[in-house]
């Protein structure tokens, strides 16, 4: 059963030619790989994706699986995420992207899977938006707290504050917008690689918020909400920690998180997450070098059945 903030399903696309995009490697301080991937890469991948399918699955959270051959040169995506994001009440959003390699991944094919399987009231797609150059890259640009309607975002291209203030009003959100930034100033490309938001607990790097008025900000909003703040350091946001994702299955919730993720926790931090959900580690070293992680690769259901 989905909790509100834990899904009970996702969509995950599996990439039969991953291959390193370099239409985003420019802002993406993550991605490690440029140019093209080597077959054995591509081969590498792909048995990850399914080893993280079969994870998920064993632990009782239902994945749609759908296949991308690589014919529409799509590099990223494995990466579903940032283009849709369903809500409670029936609701799915279609969002504008940053690069043009990345606006091919839309498929029309999976909204019309969930409308048949899900109760979906209406679909809104800002997509005509790129027409202007806008961007906002769902659930990378956002970090949603389901619970409390506030859209966490760091400000970036890829995160344009006009289409998240009619996404907020459209769904309604609080949009909550603050600027971060590495250790060498460059602007944290997507929220979700710095901050997770569970049912009870909340994982954040703070100290990559530049503004300490914003930060101090966050963290109260956050409290507010009865989570527990766990503070990840920039070197553990490095290796993923920052990019999970709360699931559910039943009355267990778990965190779907990178191995790497998972090795650079302390055990102060790993007993705070399992009070309330079980630590899912899972590897995926080849997919990480496109720059983004488990939470990326997933696009959570937030809808009813039919």
């Not at 979700?192 to 914003?214: C, H, K, P, Y």
Request: charged share 25%.
């Amino acid at each position: 059963m989905s909790t509100q903030q834990a899904p009970a399903a996702v969509v995950m696309i599996r990439p039969h030619k991953f291959t390193a995009n370099p239409q985003t490697a420019e802002d993406n301080s993550f991605q490690t790989c440029s140019g093209s991937v080597t077959g054995q890469e591509a081969i590498s991948a792909l048995a990850e994706f399914d080893a993280a399918v079969n994870k998920l699955e064993a632990a009782g959270i239902v994945v749609h699986t759908f296949e991308d051959h690589g014919e529409r040169q799509t590099p990223d995506s494995v990466f579903p995420n940032n283009w849709f994001s369903t809500h409670t009440g029936g609701h799915i959003a279609v969002y504008p992207m940053f690069t043009e390699n990345r606006r091919l991944e839309r498929r029309w094919d999976v909204i019309e899977f969930l409308k048949r399987n899900y109760r979906v009231q209406d679909v809104i797609d800002y997509s005509g938006l790129e027409q202007d150059d806008l961007a906002l890259e769902g659930t990378g640009a956002m970090v949603l707290d389901h619970i409390e309607r506030v859209a966490y975002t760091a400000e970036s291209n890829r995160a344009d504050p006009i289409i998240l203030e009619r996404f907020c009003t459209n769904f309604n959100f609080e949009p909550m917008a603050f600027k971060a930034a590495n250790r060498d100033g460059k602007a944290v490309y997507h929220t979700n690689v710095i901050m997770a938001v569970g049912t009870s607990f909340a994982l954040v790097s703070t100290e990559m918020m530049v503004d300490a008025e914003r930060r101090t900000a966050v963290v109260d909003r956050l409290k507010e909400s009865g989570r527990d703040v766990i503070e990840l350091s920039e070197a553990q946001i490095d290796e993923f920690a920052g990019n999970a994702m709360e699931l559910s299955a039943g009355s267990q919730r778990y965190l779907a998180i990178s191995s790497r993720g998972v090795d650079s926790l302390t055990d102060n931090q790993k007993s705070r997450i399992e009070k309330s959900a079980t630590l899912l580690p899972i590897s995926i070293p080849t997919i990480e070098t496109a720059g983004g992680s488990v939470r990326c690769m997933m696009a959570g259901i937030h809808l009813s059945k039919r």
